[in-house]
């Protein structure tokens, strides 16, 4: 189960359920859904038979718009997208500034980061999973939009999805060791020893450290609070549900229409 926070709320639509983000709200031109399983299992992964196109049309916009990555690779490799007609592949960064290109990322424990840039009017969808946190993929993601569209870290705004939270993420020694190492100044509050031989790690303040290092205000780091494996029963979740549902991914999107 889900509650509706000030950050994320509940959508059910039919065929679809979606967590939508108030934030947004005063800004007409953005287009940012979470998609969730929802009491009847949809899904919208690539999966023959997922739901997308239910999703889309819930959503207002068109499929052909919509721009995914067809193999992320836990890397920092973003690309700027101009034409939703390419093909992205072995990458974990989307960013564009083109009106009717929807960014997506899929996610299943793994942090999405939605991020929008309302002076410049530019997106970022960012997969930023443990690995991708140890590579520090939310400082890598900013800096594009500083170089592609002249960002100011001030102004931006960033979502942080649904993720595998502290409390369930426990890592082997090495694991712990790493990030130890990469996030030095914040080692005591992102790591966590139980029994003196469990190690729980907090990815999500790992990125918002990272977020509030490059420049965004703390307002505007928008974390949605809502842990994948607590709520698998509408999110999927790779810890909770890796034996029964073959790894099924959560749908991340954000673009900008015309107005
Ligand atoms: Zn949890």
């Given at each position: 189960m889900i509650q509706d926070s000030q950050h994320a709320t509940v959508i059910n639509r039919g065929q679809v359920s979606f967590l939508h983000f108030p934030v947004f709200d005063q800004y007409p031109e953005v287009v940012a859904c979470f998609a969730m399983k929802g009491e009847t299992d949809r899904y919208y992964d690539y999966a023959p038979g997922n739901h997308r196109k239910e999703l889309w049309s819930e959503l207002g916009i068109d499929g052909d718009l919509v721009v995914g990555i067809s193999e992320q690779i836990h890397s920092v490799n973003v690309a700027r997208v101009d034409d939703a007609r390419c093909r992205y592949t072995k990458l974990d960064g989307l960013v564009t500034n083109r009106r009717d290109i929807f960014?997506?990322?899929?996610?299943?424990?793994?942090?999405?980061?939605?991020?929008?840039?309302?002076?410049?009017?530019?997106?970022?969808?960012?997969?930023?999973?443990?690995r991708g946190t140890l590579a520090k993929m939310a400082r890598v993601g900013v800096q594009k939009m500083i170089d592609e569209y002249g960002s100011r870290p001030e102004d931006l705004i960033c979502v942080i999805c649904p993720s595998i939270r502290r409390d369930d993420f426990e890592v082997e020694r090495e694991v712990k060791d790493d990030f130890a190492r990469q996030f030095r100044e914040i080692a005591d509050e992102i790591i966590e020893e139980v029994d003196g031989h469990k190690f729980m790690i907090d990815t999500v303040a790992c990125n918002k450290y990272m977020l509030e290092e490059m420049g965004l205000r703390q307002k505007n780091i928008i974390d949605t609070g809502i842990c994948t494996v607590c709520a698998n029963d509408v999110l999927h979740s790779y810890r909770a549900n890796k034996d029964t549902e073959k790894a099924r991914r959560n749908l991340a999107l954000i673009g900008l229409k015309s107005c």
């Open positions: 960014l997506t990322t899929l996610v299943a424990d793994c942090i999405a980061l939605l991020i929008y840039d309302p002076k410049n009017h530019a997106v970022a969808n960012l997969h930023s999973g443990w």
